[in-house]
T-cell receptor, first 114, second 116 residues
Framework: AQKVTQAQTEISVVEKEDVTLDCVYETRDTTYYLFWYKQPPSGELVFLIRRNSFDEQNEISGRYSWNFQKSTSSFNFTITASQVVDSAVYFCALSLYNFNKFYFGSGTKLNVKP | GAVVSQHPSRVICKSGTSVKIECRSLDFQATTMFWYRQFPKQSLMLMATSNEGSKATYEQGVEKDKFLINHASLTLSTLTVTSAHPEDSSFYIC????????????FGPGTRLTVL
């Protein structure tokens, strides 16, 4: 069975602080994909990143960076120099190769205060 | 990128009525679409897989007679909440993959249903 755990329910930081959102996943499949989505108050899911299980390279995109470690089944997301506009709920998700079903974590609500 | 739309974006209805939510892939064909449900401050839970030309596949615990799904064409799937009750109030999101792309889902903007 597949499972995604986001242990942090809610995080509050002050603007310009760095923040890391944790994601731990479980699957016995060797080929899978991991995702991060942002959900602002409007509700629409905003795609942030996709990573396949064979690519453990960390990725940086502007203020965002992702750390994928298969050894610990983690796919953590760091926002550097957070901004108020980063306030949202962030979901980590897992899908298996050739299956379109997504398994979402419970989400982490990030509050960035000015 | 691929675009998925949903209509309506918000709907308020009285208890006992049926509500239809449409999910459209605007610039691509989707033989499969997915319907998710999100309760306030909770995660997205897959409800069912909508298959063009065949019956939908429902996740365990989802009442198929309550949530009717019709995938009438390669660009349209509809979710009908029959005899809606206040506990059906939720945020419904659909998604669709591009043909041949099994690792990417394109999500609709969601429909917020409130049943009075």
């Amino acid at each position: 069975a597949q499972k995604v755990t986001q242990a942090q329910t809610e995080i509050s930081v002050v603007e310009k602080e760095d923040v890391t959102l944790d994601c731990v996943y479980e699957t016995r499949d060797t080929t899978y994909y991991l995702f991060w989505y942002k959900q602002p108050p409007s509700g629409e899911l905003v795609f942030l990143i996709r990573r396949n299980s064979f690519d453990e390279q960390n990725e940086i995109s502007g203020r965002y960076s992702w750390n994928f470690q298969k050894s610990t089944s983690s796919f953590n997301f760091t926002i550097t120099a957070s901004q108020v506009v980063d306030s949202a709920v962030y979901f980590c998700a897992l899908s298996l190769y050739n299956f379109n079903k997504f398994y979402f974590g419970s989400g982490t609500k990030l509050n960035v205060k000015p | 990128g691929a675009v998925v739309s949903q209509h309506p974006s918000r709907v308020i209805c009285k208890s006992g009525t049926s509500v239809k939510i449409e999910c459209r892939s605007l610039d691509f064909q989707a033989t499969t679409m997915f319907w998710y449900r999100q309760f306030p401050k909770q995660s997205l839970m897959l409800m069912a897989t909508s298959n063009e030309g065949s019956k939908a596949t429902y996740e365990q615990g989802v009442e198929k007679d309550k949530f009717l799904i019709n995938h009438a064409s390669l660009t349209l799937s509809t979710l009908t909440v029959t005899s809606a009750h206040p506990e059906d109030s939720s945020f419904y999101i659909c998604s669709a993959p591009l043909a041949g792309e099994f690792d990417t889902q394109y999500f609709g903007p969601g429909t917020r249903l409130t049943v009075l």
